[in-house]
């Protein structure tokens, strides 16, 4: 028989659980709506009592601590969910299942997913980045996810202002950092509307300044990390016409530095592969993982 | 009989080659000035025509070409450097010495060289940035060095302004980047005099204004990389009082996210351990590597 593995991708809307092989052989299926920790995860485990599985991923929103080390691994920490703060995920999974547990960020796992069966197959070096509610990245180097004091907090890197732009931003640490000046919020208050409510010259106009963002947002990366390519996914991210001008403004904020025509492929800054997929097929690799490690 | 291993600091004054076991125990070196580099590389053979050695490692000023399957491996690539524009490093060694060559960017060994001597023993992810001539930056994740399409160029990561600088930065490709404000050269063109010149109040103001920009870059590997800790070498790092300054402006550029006590500890940003042997330390690391993947 072929082995069953778990997946649950942990958002802060809902827990999606999947059962399967992977996430193209699919064989259970479930969400289970975020309300307070305990009856969350009660529900979770719920699904996992009626399907054996050989070990489970969970690609979870953050932040979370991934040093197996510390005392607090497998929790999510500081989050600012109400009632979701220092709450331990990976634990009572493991007690209630006693499989192997794989744990990371959602974008980690999302990037996993994606160079396991998506955009990104075939890459080694290669990076995901969620443009949404927040705006959050997820590396691969060398085939491994970066890990080093913590998970990357990419949407904190600071973007160079569109000259005569004076929106403060909507980050409350930074003010005007990648997620303070392009996440859907950000969206939101600059123009006092959701993005996806806007049409005409007014979408164009918050297409305009959403690409600038996002292109500085990517330069950073590109520079800090040279990807072999960058995934971006996200709710704001599917915006239509978005993605083409990114790469328009990327390439001329990288400005001819290093003058690698790789970055002006079309298929160096693209949409997932998986579509929304990535997450739980993210969770299915932290899953296999999990496993390996575990024989 | 011990293995010995040789080891070449390509740098754009001098080729710094030594031999021995490891940076701990070399038993000879020599310098050997860069001029075109047909000589340059002949009197590097020269050196070790008369050291019998088993593997090489070269660290090299950049750019080069370090994908394996692409026809210019092993090559400085688009150096502005007169006369070394696409210059075969490792092809000559190679046929001279028959042995393993191993071939990495200057930051990327000293990063090598102080993960395994030096400032970074035991961690698994950091990053050695050297600020002097240039900015460069090297990142070793989950234990290894990275690369993606090419090796990171962290000098042009960008960098938010100091409230009320108009200063138009050195960079020739975007002006105002981490390497076009905070380079020595940026600071000879901002002050009219290099910066080893500067005393009191005029020292005070440009390392206030140094230690801004050096904090803006160093905020941006944070967020993509997450690093362990930092290392900063180069002749600019080491004006005394200055890191002191970066460290407070670090922790205000965070601005306590996502609030790791890591990131306010004193060696968090530290200078190298090996002083300024990281590089050569690197190139014996970059042989050892070429000597494990040979065997």
Same sequence: chains 1, 2.
């Avoid at 691969?140 to 929106?167: C, I, T, W, Y």
């Avoid at 001819?256 to 990535?278: A, I, M, N, Q, W």
Wanted: net charge negative; aromatic share 6%.
């Amino acid at each position: 028989m072929t082995r069953q593995l778990g997946a649950v991708e942990a958002g802060g809307t809902k827990f999606v659980c999947a059962v399967g092989t992977g996430p193209e052989n699919i064989v259970a299926r479930t969400k289970v709506a975020t309300q307070d920790p305990a009856t969350t995860i009660g529900n979770v485990l719920s699904f996992f009592a009626e399907h054996d599985v050989t070990a489970i991923g969970v690609a979870s929103f953050g932040p979370l601590e991934l040093r197996r080390r510390h005392e607090l691994y497998g929790y999510i920490t500081t989050t600012p969910k109400p009632g979701w703060s220092n709450t331990e995920i990976v634990g009572p999974l493991e007690a209630a299942t006693r499989v192997p547990i794989g744990f990371d960020t959602d974008v980690n796992g999302a990037a996993l997913g994606e160079g396991r069966w998506g955009a990104a197959r075939g890459l080694s070096t290669f990076v995901y980045v969620t443009i949404g509610t927040g705006i959050g990245g997820g590396a691969v180097v060398n085939g491994q996810v970066a890990h080093g004091l913590v998970h990357a907090e990419m949407g904190h890197l600071s973007v160079r202002r569109k000259p005569g732009d004076d929106f403060a931003g909507t980050c409350p640490f930074h003010g005007d950092c990648f997620e303070g000046m392009a996440s859907g919020p950000s969206m939101a208050a600059r123009w006092g509307t959701p993005a996806e409510t806007l049409t005409g010259d007014a979408l164009e106009a918050a297409i305009e300044i959403e690409a600038h963002y996002i292109a500085e947002g990517l330069r950073n990366i590109v520079y800090a990390i040279a990807p072999e390519r960058i995934i971006v996914g996200g709710g704001v991210s599917s915006i239509d016409g978005l993605l083409p001008q990114v790469r328009r403004k990327l390439t001329e904020s990288l400005a001819g530095y290093p003058g690698l025509p790789d970055h002006e492929k079309p298929d160096f800054v693209t949409p997932p592969g998986l579509g929304d997929g990535s997450g739980i097929a993210g969770a299915f690799a932290l899953a296999e993982t999990a496993l390996a490690e575990r024989l």
